[in-house]
Nanobody, 129 residues
Framework: QVHLVQSAGGSVQAGGSLRLSCAASGATYRRDCMGWFRQGPGKEREGVAIINSRDGTTIYADSVQGRFTISQDNAKNTVYLQMNSLKPEDTAMYYC??????????????????????WGQGTQVTVSS
């Protein structure tokens, strides 16, 4: 079993920054791919960024490339999402998620929410214009 606990989100003005964190516990082989997803009002859940904890591979959605950075602190079993240059369209509920890769290399397909069996509680990020 894997347990994910997210930090609080927040409200910022456009152009501002926020950092989200997700503390993980449980079997590491079930969480060697960690991802951040978001769901805005009236929208489907979309992948934002993922990180493969075994080889450090990171993959980003085009909409956040160059603005968001996913990172991990393996000693703390924590994954971070640093969000810079925030835009109103980044407003959403953000979720961290985990899944096992079973030796597979990360691909863009890992930005799909399907296959992630473990989810954090979600945290609201609001960006005002």
């Amino acid at each position: 079993q894997v347990h994910l606990v997210q930090s609080a989100g927040g409200s910022v003005q456009a152009g501002g920054s926020l950092r989200l964190s997700c503390a993980a516990s449980g079997a590491t082989y079930r969480r060697d791919c960690m991802g951040w997803f978001r769901q805005g009002p009236g929208k489907e859940r979309e992948g934002v960024a993922i990180i493969n904890s075994r080889d450090g591979t990171t993959i980003y959605a085009d909409s956040v490339q160059g603005r968001f950075t996913i990172s991990q602190d393996n000693a703390k079993n924590t994954v971070y999402l640093q969000m810079n240059s925030l835009k109103p369209e980044d407003t959403a509920m953000y979720y961290c998620a985990a899944k096992g890769m079973w030796g597979r290399l990360s691909t863009i397909q890992d930005l799909s929410a399907g296959g992630y069996g473990y989810w954090g509680q979600g945290t609201q990020v609001t960006v005002s214009s």
